[in-house]
């Protein structure tokens, strides 16, 4: 269907497919021809498609209930917030829909912490990043380090200032008696695969502690064992005050969360903030199962060892390409830096049923599912591989 006759807003570029089916990491189109994914509804379907162990979950929950609102208690809400808090260095969870709100509960959280609880509101600044995404509604497109996102949004809100990426003078230079935080993810995920230095995250770290900044680390594409680690701001060796979640949370059921450390449980007061549907029965069902089944399965070392063995692959059959820079990546989320566009290599790449997407203009990035097999894998890559060969050998 052309634009001009949908009844959609065109705010996206489709790719020219439409899914009917999906089972682990296959799709299927409308025509019966079989795809592989190794892009995981970016990074979020890190069980594969309908995982049994979640599917099973939530048609129990369907058929028992599903709102109640946040005006009562949800015990399901109570039991993954617990199994997070246990899991990770976080004290407190506040559930809500997607990423952007997670950050944005995240912003509203410090802002008010300072406000509040220390009583110092000059503080409200928070520093991002170049090359950052932290999501779409106002304060979160504000707060990412990217103007096109911007273009046409006048007036944003006040109150971000943005670092050089992995560079620790220039961030610490920013730093002033109005910043209150420092908001960033340990790899750049639409800003192209780009992971954080260790030097400079443990830096950043210092640098919060001495000035009494908040850290937030945003982990909506990082996080749910995508890296090697069931968050990766655990390869790091440092805690982050707050950190976010969304993508991989609910395997595909939409779901958002802001995680934070005991001292700022009292800045969200009853009243401080909310949401209508935030952990609602069935997302919270896809939460729980979702988590049960990563911890159970062992699934971020499974992550490290098979993220490891694809760089190490992609290194292997795309040296001397001259299509391709290098290959780099945390776990399973994974980048191909390109020395020119992605645009029409990806397309090439769907053409032949390996699904992968962009991240930036000049990088092809893979986030496959933590259970695709080695054959799957092993034929995504050579296939990832074959189609840039082939458009190497048909540039000279
Ligand atoms: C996807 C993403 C977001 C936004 O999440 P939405 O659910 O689309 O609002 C924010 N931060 C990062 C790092 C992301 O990858």
New binding site residues.
């Given amino acids: 269907m052309g634009e001009a006759q949908s009844a959609l807003f065109p705010n996206y570029a489709r790719y020219p497919f439409t899914f009917v089916k999906g089972d682990g990491s296959r799709l299927w189109d409308e025509n019966g021809k079989e795809y592989l994914d190794l892009m995981c509804g970016?990074?979020v379907t890190n069980l594969g498609h309908a995982p049994k162990q979640v599917t099973e979950r939530l048609k129990q929950q369907v058929d028992t209930l599903w709102h109640t609102s946040n005006l009562f208690h949800i015990p399901d809400q109570e039991k993954l917030a617990q199994l997070l808090v246990d899991n990770s260095c976080a004290d407190a969870v506040f559930f809500c829909n997607?990423?952007?709100?997670?950050?944005e509960a995240a912003i509203k959280l410090a802002r008010r912490y300072y406000q509040k609880v220390i009583g110092q509101p000059e503080r409200y600044e928070i520093i991002t990043f170049h090359m950052?995404?932290?999501?779409?509604?106002l304060a979160?497109l504000t707060a990412t380090g990217q103007d096109k996102v911007k273009e046409g949004f006048a007036p944003l809100p006040e109150g971000f200032v943005y670092a050089p990426f992995n560079d620790a003078e220039g961030t610490e230079k920013l730093i002033s008696d109005k910043t209150c935080a420092i908001m960033l993810?340990m790899v750049?995920?639409?800003g192209g695969v780009n992971p954080a230095d260790p030097a400079f995250v443990k830096r950043i770290a210092e640098l919060c502690k001495q000035h009494g900044l908040l850290l937030i680390i945003?982990e909506?594409?990082?996080g749910m064992g995508r890296t090697g680690k069931l968050f990766a701001y655990e390869h790091y060796g440092i805690e982050p005050d707050v950190f976010?979640l969304?993508?991989g949370l609910g395997n595909g059921i939409p779901i958002?969360a802001m995680l934070g450390k005991e001292k700022l449980r009292e800045a969200f007061s009853a009243g401080a903030h909310g949401s209508t549907f935030g952990g609602n029965y069935l997302s919270t069902a896809a939460g729980i199962a979702t988590l049960e089944t990563m911890l159970a399965e062992k699934l971020p070392q499974r992550a490290a060892e098979l993220g490891e063995y694809i760089v190490s692959e992609l290194s292997r059959k795309l040296e001397g390409n001259p299509l391709v820079q290098h290959v780099r990546g945390l776990g399973m989320l994974i980048g191909i830096q390109l020395s020119g566009p992605s645009a029409d290599l990806i397309a090439a790449i769907h053409e032949q049923g390996v699904l992968v997407v962009s991240a930036g203009p000049n990088v092809i990035r893979l986030a496959p599912s933590l259970l695709i097999s080695r054959e799957e894998l092993d034929r995504g890559l050579e296939t990832i591989c074959a189609v840039l060969a082939k458009h190497a050998a048909a540039a000279v």
């Fill in positions: 970016l990074a997607s990423g952007a709100e997670a950050n950052s995404f932290h999501g779409r509604t979160t993810e750049q995920g639409e945003d909506i594409q990082t976010t969304a993508k958002g």
